[in-house]
């Protein structure tokens, strides 16, 4: 697949993560920074705001309250007006985990994932969070990934990075996950699957750390294109844009030596590019229980 990207934040995150579109604007955090930032394409207007702690994610809240954060000490409340206000603990502190990445599905429900911050230890988890509260629904991973769910609702996607794999499960609709199995491993030497999106056809886009891109695969876990951007370590894709057709890429400059950063000089940068297919909208947090 051929590509135009641009880059049109040219910010060198240490660890850009976690892109989403919400209303007009790509959000997104730097884990490491630690800020979040936010784009407004139509104006080209760029806010950053300082985080107390390690951020790994973003998700709105529906009804315009702001957004969940996901920081090392647990979950929060983040409006850019007012700041972070903590909301629970996720893990016992000794762990040394922190949340990485995270997905909202078509229902409202929060999934998102812990990771050990060393990146040493299997300790970290995925999590489902609804208006009854947090519950564990995978474990034994070390840096979990790329939650996202198939446009049916009925599949979901979870990838161990380490191992390099990515797994599929059955989403039952009141949110239970079953028939765990592997839905592609990536045999990329030096690359591994880091953030994914789900389009609106229903392929996954995996964004390849290590790997200067991302792979689109199909249901049936076929690797169907490919797109190659000027940054080794290449995080997540969002679709963005008022048709859903940009398709944003975070990157790094974690890990990267002084060669490395001189030579490719946009890593940590926010790409954009077009592409021919539309992703699925960004879903909002449902906290509140239906009446």
């Known amino acids: 697949m051929s590509t135009t990207e641009t880059c049109v934040w040219d910010l060198k995150a240490t660890l850009g993560e976690g892109p989403i579109w919400h209303r007009d604007t790509l959000w997104f955090v730097d884990i490491k920074g630690p800020r979040i930032h936010s784009f407004h394409p139509a104006s080209g207007e760029r806010l950053s705001f300082d985080a107390p702690e390690p951020v790994g994610f973003l998700a709105p809240i529906a009804g315009g309250g702001g957004f969940i954060a996901g920081l090392k000490s647990g979950l929060h409340r983040f409006h850019p007006a007012s700041g972070f206000q903590k909301m629970l603990e996720i893990e016992p502190v000794e762990l040394d985990n922190r949340a990485n990445d995270a997905t909202v599905d078509p229902a409202g429900r929060l999934w998102f994932g812990t990771m050990h911050d060393g990146e040493e230890k299997p300790t970290g988890a995925l999590y489902r969070m609804t208006a009854d509260g947090v519950a564990k629904m995978d474990k034994g991973v070390c840096i979990t990934n ?33 028939n765990k199995r592997i839905f592609v491993k990536i045999g990329i030497d030096g690359a591994w699957p880091d953030g994914s999106v789900v389009d609106a056809e229903g392929y996954l886009w995996v964004a390849l750390w290590g790997g200067f891109g991302a792979v689109r695969f199909s249901p049936s876990g076929e690797a169907v294109a490919r797109i190659d951007l000027p940054a080794p370590n290449v995080t997540k894709p969002c679709f963005g844009g008022p048709d859903l057709k940009t398709l944003y890429f975070t990157t790094a400059r974690k890990g990267l030596s002084d060669a490395e950063l001189a030579a490719y000089p946009l890593a940590g940068g926010l790409f954009a590019l077009p592409v021919g297919v539309a992703g699925q909208p960004q879903y909002e947090v449902r906290l509140d229980r239906p009446q």
Do not use: M
Not at 152 to 157: H, L, N, Q, S, V
Not at 161 to 171: M, P, S
């Open 146 to 178: 790329g939650p996202c769910v198939s446009p049916d609702g009925e599949t979901f996607y979870h990838t161990d990075t380490l191992e390099k794999t990515i797994y599929a499960y059955d989403l039952s609709a009141d949110g239970l996950l079953s």
